[in-house]
């Protein structure tokens, strides 16, 4: 079976060199942009226990965010092809990351909490949409997951109890 290979490119931009750029660890800015084709920018900088700006995207809440989103387009694709209409999808996702004596780091675990609000309570056969049908497709986005497969940490779930939409 012939593998595809897909390809990324992102452009980062520092902005945060200042007048004096790196002469100290205080002198410089963390600031940077990041930018790939036509998308909009997407402003970065350090953790703001590390000098950053608690206003821009700091690489890690990047991860965290990228299992997010990646969690959340395989359930979605999975809740699909099952019959399950989702039409509410929202995630608390967290992630903990640990800091040795030395200042090396590294994520121990991110926790993943999506709130699926489904259109009906059962799929067309008539069987129910239940909290362990989405467990189920959770599990199996989990498993699909590009950016969950390539971590080697710890990535949990903790859905919220199915809610169906209110008839109109």
Known sequence: MAQLLHQ?????????AGADGTATYTSYGRDHTLTSGGKPPLPGTSDPGFRGDPDRWSPEDLLVGALAQCHMLWFLHLAAAAGVVVVGYDDAASGTMRIESAGHGQFTEVVLRPRVTVARAT??????????????????????CFIARSVNFTVRHEPTPVTVAAAA
Not at 8 to 16: P, Q
Not at 131 to 139: P, T, V
């Open 8 to 16: 990324y490119s992102v452009d980062l931009a520092w902005t945060g």
């Open 123 to 144: 799929l067309p056969d008539g069987a129910r949409v239940d909290d362990d049908l989405l467990a189920d497709l959770h599990r199996r986005a989990h498993e699909h």
